[in-house]
């Protein structure tokens, strides 16, 4: 067992009866996917992401805006899930319940081997249109990522802009995902909060929630996290290393 992990907090993860994993861009930083912040470079890099990720930018540039999400959507095929990524489809495998809720666009935690994961802020795999929301299914991008403006798709239905299947600022997360995360919060008996600042609403409720309903929180991060429940842990280290332990010490 690693040193800096109390028995306390393992058995409270590996003898949960309901586990919520809630995770943030820091479980995929080990995989080499750029966080929101990081990810405006190059061509992007004047921008502040609440200007590049809303309708408003959508509709004023559509290729700027569909072009940075095209090219996040190419580094994404480049990247493979990583330990962080297993050891929790591990705890969905072994445990009797575990909901899984994620903050991340990325589909890593599926290529893990992780089910039912409720992505709160969408995905970068299921662009839709933007006048009539029907789902658009797009080819995987050929070749090399490239940082340029892209014209969107045409909708084959209506004939609007195709945009990313993301959450924008100022937009609604998704009602019956968000529902399940709320009611798993408030019904699980130990709550595991994966590589999140914490900083974005309404998601950044989960843990608190969890701790209010006498839940047991254990927060990995490489910064520390403050505390403010008697059954609430900070484990500072990166998912990669913390994240297997928890899981049991275990790889496959
Ligand atoms: P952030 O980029 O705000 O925070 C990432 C967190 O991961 C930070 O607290 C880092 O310290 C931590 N971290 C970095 N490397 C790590 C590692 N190897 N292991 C564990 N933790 C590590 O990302 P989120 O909290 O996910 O929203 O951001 C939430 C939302 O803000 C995103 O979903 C996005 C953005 O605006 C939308 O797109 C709607």
């Not at 995987?140 to 209506?158: F, I, K, M, T």
């Not at 609604?172 to 590589?195: K, M, N, T, W, Y």
């Amino acid at each position: 067992m690693h040193p800096d992990i109390p028995q306390s907090v393992m058995d409270a993860v590996q003898q949960a009866r309901h586990l919520v994993i809630f995770t943030g861009a820091g479980v995929s930083a080990e995989s080499g996917v750029q966080t929101f912040r990081d990810a405006l470079t190059g061509l992007w890099a004047e921008f502040d992401p609440a200007q590049l990720a809303t309708a408003d930018a959508f509709m004023r540039d559509p290729a700027q805006v569909w072009g940075w999400y095209e090219w996040r959507r190419a580094l994404l095929l480049r990247v493979q899930p990583n330990v962080a990524h297993r050891a929790i489809a591990r705890l969905q495998r072994v445990l009797p319940k575990v909901t899984l809720i994620t903050q991340n666009v990325d589909d890593l935690h599926e290529r893990a081997g992780s089910s039912a994961v409720l992505h709160l802020h969408g995905s970068l795999l299921a662009p839709r249109c933007f006048d009539c929301a029907r789902p658009h299914p797009l080819a995987p991008p050929a070749g090399e990522p490239v940082q340029q403006a892209v014209q969107p798709p045409r909708c084959s239905s209506c004939g609007g802009h195709v945009r990313p299947g993301v959450v924008w600022f100022g937009e609604e997360l998704p009602e019956r995902a968000l529902a399940a995360a709320f009611a798993a919060a408030q019904s699980c008996d130990c709550l595991l909060s994966i590589g999140t600042s914490g900083l974005v609403h309404p998601a950044a409720l989960i843990p608190t929630m969890a701790s209010r309903a006498g839940a047991t929180v254990i927060h990995v991060n490489p910064d520390p996290v403050p505390v403010r429940h008697a059954a609430e842990y900070s484990l500072q280290g990166p998912a990669g290393l913390i994240v297997p332990l928890l899981a049991g010490g275990w790889l496959d």
